[in-house]
């Protein structure tokens, strides 16, 4: 069974604070690892997709990478408009039309 | 375009009600999904198609039917709502497999 256990639960950061944010997964299979972003009371934004050990994404102050059993997703200077749920999730080769995501990690980010 | 919307925003039902939540895209997108989203265990997958006519199971789709009639609409159906249905609701959809979906607002749905 495809598992993903994200940490901290909650972080909170002064603005400019860099941190980093973990994803853990057990996969039969790693077809792609997902990250979100989730604001209060509106649904989740696609961020980035990694496939292989190794691989990195960057979109403005946000890096993820990716080694064989986790992911980080790195935030570096945050500011207070980076504040937000980010959710982690996992497409395995037996469940190849399926993601099982996360629980999430609350990042708030203040001023 | 508008996307992924769904209807209605908040819902409180009864317990052994029955409902359908809509949810529709405008992007011709042939994979759809629904998700519950309850505090602390982040989203889980109830049902999903990979196109029009085709529906498949995801991790809790007990209580729940669908149809996928149209590539549009993707009618979620709560044949007699418990309490353990109590949840935030999410539609999504994507060009062909369950990446970098684009997620619906929500429904917000309150059993008592």
């Known amino acids: 069974e495809d598992q993903v256990t994200q940490s901290p639960e909650a972080l909170r950061l002064q603005e400019g604070e860099s941190s980093s944010l973990n994803c853990s997964y057990t996969?039969?299979?790693?077809?792609?690892l997902f990250w979100y972003r989730q604001d209060p009371g509106k649904g989740p934004e696609f961020l980035f997709t990694?496939?292989?050990a190794g691989e990195e994404k960057e979109k403005e102050r946000l890096k993820a990478t990716l080694t064989k059993k986790e992911s980080f997703l790195h935030i570096t200077a945050p500011k207070p408009e980076d504040s937000a749920t980010y959710l982690c999730a996992v497409q395995g080769e037996w469940g190849a039309q399926k993601l099982v995501f996360g629980q999430g990690t609350r990042l708030t980010i203040n001023p | 375009n508008a996307g992924v919307t769904q209807t209605p925003k908040f819902q409180v039902l009864k317990t052994g009600q029955s409902m359908t939540l809509q949810c529709a895209q405008d992007?011709?997108?042939?994979?759809m999904s629904w998700y519950r989203q309850d505090p602390g265990m982040g989203l889980r997958l109830i049902h999903y198609s990979v196109g029009a006519g085709i529906t498949d199971q995801g991790e809790v789709p007990n209580g729940y039917n669908v149809s996928r009639s149209t590539t549009e609409d993707f009618p979620l159906r709560l044949l007699s709502a418990a309490p353990s249905q109590t949840s935030v609701y999410f539609c999504?959809?994507?060009?062909?497999?369950?990446?970098?979906?684009?997620f619906g607002p929500g429904t917000r749905l309150t059993v008592t």
């Open positions: 999504a959809s994507s060009p062909q497999g369950p990446e970098e979906q684009y």
């Open positions: 992007m011709n997108h042939e994979y």
């Open positions: 996969v039969s299979g790693l077809r792609g």
């Open positions: 990694l496939y292989s």
